[in-house]
Nanobody, 119 residues
Framework: QVQLVESGGGLVQPGGSLRLSCAAS????????MGWYRQAPGKQRELVAT???????NYSDSVKGRFTVSRDNAKNTVYLQMNNLKPEDTAVYYC?????????????WGQGTQVTVSS
């Protein structure tokens, strides 16, 4: 059974930092592209950052320079370091694991963790 369990969310003041973690089980973690997405109230889910099995990273323009995605294959965990947080970063943050094989695509989601940026 595949599980992605996010942690590290919470309430933080503007300009503050948080570090999200996503622990994966039930998958060959090192083979997966891992990603962070977020969904604010009334908005669609959007990409935040991804990191491939080869450690290539990609960021949305809105977080570039403030957020850093990383992975530890030995711990089956992906991280999102969020610095200089802004109120517009408030959202539920979701972890994603994706892998494309010849027969199709494997795509898994965590349950989400709330991040609230407010004074």
């Amino acid at each position: 059974q595949v599980q992605l369990v996010e942690s590290g969310g919470g309430l933080v003041q503007p300009g503050g930092s948080l570090r999200l973690s996503c622990a994966a089980s039930g998958i060959l973690f090192s083979f997966y592209r891992m990603g962070w997405y977020r969904q604010a109230p009334g908005k669609q889910r959007e990409l935040v950052a991804t990191i491939t099995s080869g450690d290539t990273t990609n960021y949305s323009d809105s977080v570039k320079g403030r957020f850093t995605v990383s992975r530890d294959n030995a711990k089956n965990t992906v991280y999102l370091q969020m610095n200089n947080l802004k109120p517009e970063d408030t959202a539920v943050y979701y972890c994603n694991a994706a892998r494309q094989v010849v027969s199709g695509t494997y795509d898994y989601w965590g349950q989400g963790t709330q991040v609230t940026v407010s004074s």
